[in-house]
């Protein structure tokens, strides 16, 4: 593949454009006056292939294979095949994509091919090992052929390879080890050592990659590089849809939802691959209920479930912002039994957190929190620590237990502040003014609101505003003695003569949490028993809820 990337096989990347509609035009015209050269044809496979014409692509790179046979070259006929089958598996056509493997495979049993062809064999073997799940020799596979493409110089295999051995990698469970390899990936494309044919699969492999366990420092770095390349390429139809939704994702993460709603628009209005087009519905629609366009979102997660995409749990924080917490709880646990991807599992088991926090089922909210912490540990990224500790916190407010839960909702806060996301950084100062208002301090309580309220203002994020200002109300004065809301409930309960089992039953708290709360009621209002606090709450009128 070396040669071929250097000349019309694949120009290097370069910031230069490539106008490939007027390369397959030309081509074309070629062809038609008088036939073209197995270099011709494999060219304006190329160029069809970048512009979306498959079938022209297909045909002329069957063609193409066919010449360089009849010429001798093995090896570029072999690239050929490779290219048809690894299109066409990319489109979900497996059946004849694995057919143009096992041509692939049957050219490389030819005294003819070169060595650097066992590269591309050493490639499909480990993609397919891959898909049925035998991850360990997928990896061993891509290992043995990037030190077959770096033995014969051939960069562009050298990119496949590691790609694969990555993905593996991660599979594995050596998530840094893999990340390194397509950390390498990157650097070979960016610093125009490899073909654009092999650049745009590459550069969607590792950016969706990156999104999948939430690195989103990692994939705004390279979706940006993404970005340069696709608007070098005129007329360039594979990759800009793809492209476009990761795009949006970090777009959105990162506070720019004007641009993102109109990125996902154009994605949404004009994709023909299923599976791209039902990620721009979706995300279109996450971007409409975030700004309180509640028929807009109605409407795409309808469009987007018809495509076959999992709505959740964006159709349950709709239904939530709606009131009706049911439907929300029970299509979030219904999701949940079927999450695989990390970076939805994750969004899922947040929104449970904060949904079952809410209803009081803490032991549900709890069990939720605690696997995405694991999932958090297990991928390491600063994204899924900052929504573990946040959720982590939300059930400790819920026990009251704010000492505990303000540490780390700071740490998230400080997390969410690092990767310049800004709507989940108000959600978790919204988090922080409710633990604060928990532990008795109401004026720091409101700092962290006003503070909220001003950044979702900005992003126009209006069922959060509203949600933010039911939460931010003004508590009525304290009670007599300086109790906490809490702890006024408690000595109500503590009043009517309920045990501290009965206590933790009523108001969905551990024995041990009520045990404090009624040691420190006793030590604020300095009584020296629970009979004393009965007298002391009915004579400030505490018996009855506020």
């Not at 994702?249 to 990162?254: D, E, K």
């Not at 971007?287 to 028929?295: D, E, N, P, S, T």
């Amino acid at each position: 593949m070396p040669d071929h990337a250097k000349d019309g096989g694949g120009a290097t990347v370069t910031s230069t454009l490539n106008d490939w509609t007027a390369r397959f035009e030309d081509l074309s015209r070629d062809e038609a006056a008088g036939g073209l050269s197995a270099q011709g044809l494999d060219d304006l496979g190329l160029a069809a292939w970048f512009i979306g014409r498959a079938k022209e692509s297909e045909r002329a790179w069957d063609a193409a294979h066919l010449a360089y046979l009849e010429a001798g070259d093995v090896d570029a006929a072999i690239r050929c095949a490779f290219w048809i089958g690894f299109t066409l598996s990319e489109e979900g056509d497996g059946i004849r994509g694995g057919a143009w493997m096992a041509r692939v495979f049957e050219l490389c049993q030819s005294d003819a091919a070169g060595r650097g062809s066992e590269a591309l064999v050493a490639i499909c073997r480990s993609v397919a090992a891959f898909g049925r799940g035998r991850i360990d020799e997928s990896a061993d596979l891509a290992q043995k052929a990037v030190a077959i493409a770096r033995a014969t110089r051939d960069a562009d295999a050298e990119v496949l390879a590691t790609m694969s051995l990555g993905r593996a990698l991660v599979a594995i469970g050596r998530i840094e080890d893999g990340f390194a390899q397509m950390d390498q990936v990157m650097l070979m494309i960016s610093s125009h050592h490899v073909s654009d044919r092999v650049a745009g699969p590459a550069y969607c492999a590792v950016i969706a990659s990156c999104l999948a366990r939430w690195d989103v420092d990692r994939a705004r770095v390279w979706t940006r590089d993404l970005s340069s390349w696709c608007d070098a390429q005129e007329g360039l139809k594979p990759f800009r849809g793809e492209c476009s939704v990761l795009r949006a994702v970090v777009l959105r993460v990162g506070g720019e939802w004007e641009e993102a709603t109109r990125t996902l628009t154009e994605v949404a209005a004009h994709e023909r691959r299923p599976e791209t087009r039902e990620n721009a519905v979706y995300g279109l629609a996450e971007l409409h209920r975030l700004a309180g366009r509640r028929g807009e979102a109605e409407a795409a997660y309808r469009l987007a479930a018809d495509l076959g995409r999992e709505v959740q749990p964006g159709l349950g924080l709709l239904r939530r912002d709606q009131g009706d917490s049911v439907t929300a709880r029970s299509g979030i646990s219904r999701a949940l039994e079927a999450a695989g991807e990390p970076n939805r599992r994750a969004d899922l088991l947040a929104a449970q957190v904060e949904l079952e926090a809410a209803h009081g089922d803490l032991d549900t909210a709890e069990r939720a929190a605690a696997d995405l912490g694991a999932l958090a540990t297990a991928l390491d990224t600063v994204y899924l620590r900052a929504q573990a500790d946040r959720a982590r916190a939300i059930v400790l407010v819920a026990r009251d237990d704010s000492a505990a839960a303000l540490p780390l909702l700071r740490r998230s806060w400080a997390a969410w502040r690092s990767l310049d996301a800004p709507y989940e950084a108000a959600l978790t100062r919204m988090q922080l003014g409710r633990a604060a208002r928990a532990s008795g301090d109401e004026e720091g309580a409101q700092l962290e609101f006003d503070a909220a309220r001003s950044t979702l203002a900005m992003l126009g994020a209006a069922p959060d505003l509203d949600r933010l200002e039911r939460i931010a109300s003004p508590v009525p004065p304290s009670a007599a003695g300086g109790l906490t809301p809490r702890e006024s409930e408690v000595i109500r309960l503590i009043a009517r003569g309920l045990s501290n089992r009965a206590i933790a039953n009523e108001l969905f708290l551990s024995e041990r949490t009520v045990a404090r709360h009624v040691s420190n009621i006793l030590a604020k209002l300095a009584l020296p028993s629970r009979a004393a606090a009965t007298a002391f709450a009915f004579e400030h009128g505490m018996t009855t809820p506020a």
